[in-house]
């Protein structure tokens, strides 16, 4: 694959070459899909900077899930265009899109329930660092591997667990793994599907820092409820209502958008603009 | 080699140099070696040379079942057709058309395997789950019917027979007597042990373990699933190929079941009992494979009726098989508590005797009326003589099987009262250990 000299070393995309200055890390051009007769996404468009961190909003049904689906290869869109970097991604295959550099997490953890923490990190660092499908080099020898397997599991604050069965960590834990194993290849685009789903009020504030450290400098997409999550983590908001996107920008200018508000925002607002003030 | 640790951080978990790992290692290749010494019939030298085989197809096998969560009903068809292959060459070998060592032909089965694997393979690893499973199935089908319409290749109904005793002797290797076919067996069962241990300590091992786990995400990471599991495919197949030309040596002659689905249906069988979820899992289980094929249907007739029930029960008590029995008292005798569950397991065994001579004397009477009451109503059941036609036997063994089931269940119960108390002990003595 042309992308494998791409992900040669973790976190150097965006060093090397690359597109022209001024493309857009990700891009949506008019993307529509269809489900049956059902069209969920109706022409989303939206351009997200590299380095920018962006939270998307919207209400249930809005199609928040599937347009990261869409982004990330799981589904490919019915018309309309995705680009990584200015490269065209829509209709490659989940595994081309990360070589390409972009990765993702899912709302519901999605790990390696029979692997250890360590062994977890360790698969998704194996392709980042040219290890393909290696059967003539033992895994115990590779040592960039390994050092940046402990190196991530510290970032997660997993030290600790690193010999721990996957389905034997507690749900925090495994939230953080899951983070651990988008992060761990050093895509530079970043992909978080509520990353703080089901976690309790206080988890929620120390992983929002989590998330913040170990995404530091990266292009940043979240799907978030929880307002607190979205003003902690994002510097844009981007609003996706009936599967448009019908604003995008700072926080303050959104929260200002009459049309936003018209929409649904309002209310949500309202009860963020509370929380915050009780801090 | 030696991986240091850096600088300022804790060192690795792993060990180069692991002495336990050098000792079972070490101990595994004595076992290959002695026991031909032990036992030195020469049917004990038979069955040890279908276990070794066995032992490679098995492994092979799991790469798929165990390490890559591949439910193949086909297996049979590489080590089959690396049979076939295998005894081919042989009889080309033979016939002077091609100067091999027979010592090598082993690998023409194997090549044979990947050959087939790689080309049937990428059909059925396009799918995984249950869609791969019926691809299996078809594939299987599918080679079994040409060994009907081929009879020059598979020949037909009395097979393929072939003389291993070709070519000058190598180091005075003839590969006449068995036991030299043995020591030939155990080198390749003991270098492919090693390898398919090997493959589970890299980069394609470990990936393919996380798409028996979760699929979805290795794509998500990287990797192409299709991928990880079409190069585990060809690997099973090797080595499956392998075991089939090994066994081609062994019997001097293939026969066309040996790509059949009973076949196919005994490697999933044994792996499944021996354990998948552990590597030693299919070594215990070919091990088993060959006692129960060779011993058990020696002993009874109704052989596959105790397989039957000895594999439904492990489905439902024991899913990780014996390996998996094994390795949970390891765990007790480890943390030093092992030595208390001895009374349970006496109590255990003494009920399970109980049940099993009950319930098999009532079996053996069944079959002895249905198909040996020629022979008159006496018959031989563990030493005793029962008659089958007078009540007295009947309402005996029905008494023991009653009596054997409800003491059992009592048995059962203090055990696993016990063995709960033990594991909460243990949990208590993990957390202390952490805390430390």
């Known amino acids: 694959m042309t992308a494998a000299g791409l992900q040669a070393t973790p976190g150097e995309h965006s060093a090397r070459g690359g597109p022209a200055p001024g493309t857009p890390a990700l891009e949506l051009r008019d993307v529509r899909k269809s489900f049956g007769k059902t069209e969920i996404i109706r022409g989303a468009s939206l351009a997200v900077q590299p380095g920018e961190r962006v939270a998307i909003i919207g209400p249930n049904g809005a199609g928040k899930s599937t347009l990261f689906n869409l982004i990330s290869g799981r589904f490919h869109s019915t018309s309309g265009d995705i680009l990584l970097n200015g490269r065209k991604i829509d209709g490659l295959r989940p595994y081309q899109i990360n070589r390409l550099g972009l990765a993702r997490s899912f709302q519901v953890s999605n790990l390696f329930t029979r692997l250890s923490a360590f062994e977890n990190i360790r698969c998704a660092v194996l392709w980042s660092l040219g290890y393909r499908y290696a059967f003539w080099r033992f895994l115990a020898d590779l040592r960039d591997a390994n050092d940046r397997t402990d190196e991530v599991l510290e970032m997660i604050k997993l030290d600790r667990r690193r010999d721990v069965l996957a389905m034997n960590l507690t749900y925090a834990e495994q939230r953080a793994l899951e983070i651990g194993i988008t992060i761990a290849g050093g895509s530079p685009v970043i992909l978080l599907d509520e990353p703080t789903a089901g976690m309790s009020k206080s988890e929620t504030r120390r992983f929002v820092g989590l998330i913040r450290d170990v995404t530091a400098g990266k292009t940043l997409l979240t799907v978030e409820h929880d307002m607190g999550v979205v003003f902690g983590l994002a510097d844009k908001i981007a609003v996706l209502v009936y599967g448009q996107v019908i604003a995008f920008d700072t926080p303050d200018a959104v929260r200002a958008n009459p049309s936003v508000q018209e929409a649904y925002l309002g209310s949500l607002l309202a009860d963020a603009q509370v929380a915050d003030a009780g801090h | ?436």
């Open chain 2, 1 to 436: 080699m030696a991986a240091a640790p850096r600088a300022g951080s804790k060192a690795y978990h792993f060990k180069p140099y692991n002495v336990g790992r050098w000792f079972v290692w070490g101990l595994f290749a004595l076992v290959l070696l002695l026991a031909p010494r032990l036992w030195t019939s020469s049917f004990a030298h038979t069955m040890l040379s279908q276990m070794g085989i066995a032992i490679i197809v098995c492994l092979a096998y799991n790469v798929l079942l165990g390490q890559g969560g591949m439910l193949s009903f086909g297996h049979a068809v590489y080590s089959g057709l690396g049979s076939f292959l295998a005894i081919h060459t042989l009889n080309l070998i033979s016939a002077g058309k091609l100067a091999l060592p027979v010592s090598l032909v082993p690998l023409a089965g194997g090549l044979a395997g990947l050959l087939f694997a790689a080309l049937l393979g990428y059909v059925s690893t396009k799918k995984a789950g249950t869609t791969f499973a019926m691809i299996t199935l078809g594939i299987g089908e599918l080679v079994w019917s040409m060994s009907l319409m081929l009879p020059e290749f598979f020949g037909g109904e009395g097979g393929i027979t072939g003389n291993r005793v070709v070519g000058a002797p190598v180091l005075g290797i003839t590969f006449g007597p068995q036991v030299q076919v043995y020591y030939l067996i155990a080198a390749y069962c003991f270098v492919s042990t090693a390898a398919l241990f090997a493959l589970t300590r890299t980069p394609l091992g470990r990936m393919l373990n996380a798409v028996r786990d979760n699929p979805e995400r290795v794509e998500f990471i990287g990797y192409s699933t299709q991928q990880v599991r079409y190069l585990a495919f060809m690997v099973s197949g090797f080595f499956a190929g392998i075991g089939g030309g090994l066994a081609a040596l062994n019997f001097e002659i293939v026969t066309a079941e040996v790509v059949g689905a009973a076949r196919s249906g005994a490697y999933l069988l044994f792996v499944f009992l021996g354990g998948a979820t552990f590597f030693i899992g299919p070594i215990i289980g070919a091990v088993l494979m060959v006692i129960a094929l060779v011993l058990l249907s020696e002993l009874t007739q109704a052989w596959l009726l105790y397989l039957g029930l000895v594999f439904l029960f492990m489905v439902m008590y024991a899913p990780g098989g014996i390996a998996s029995l094994i390795m949970m008292n390891l765990r007790l005798a480890a943390f030093g508590k092992l030595g208390r569950l001895w009374t349970g397991y006496l109590a255990l065994a003494g009920t399970a005797f109980a049940i099993l001579a009950g319930a098999g004397a009532m079996l053996e009477m069944i079959y002895h009326l249905q198909l040996n009451a020629a022979l008159g109503p006496g018959m031989k059941f563990m030493g005793a003589t029962l008659d089958t036609t007078s009540a007295d036997s009947w309402f005996g063994a029905a008494f023991v099987l009653a009596t054997g089931v409800v003491l059992f269940e009592l048995a059962r119960r203090e055990f696993v009262r016990q063995w709960g108390t033990i594991q909460e002990e243990i949990e208590k003595e993990i957390k202390r250990r952490e805390a430390l």
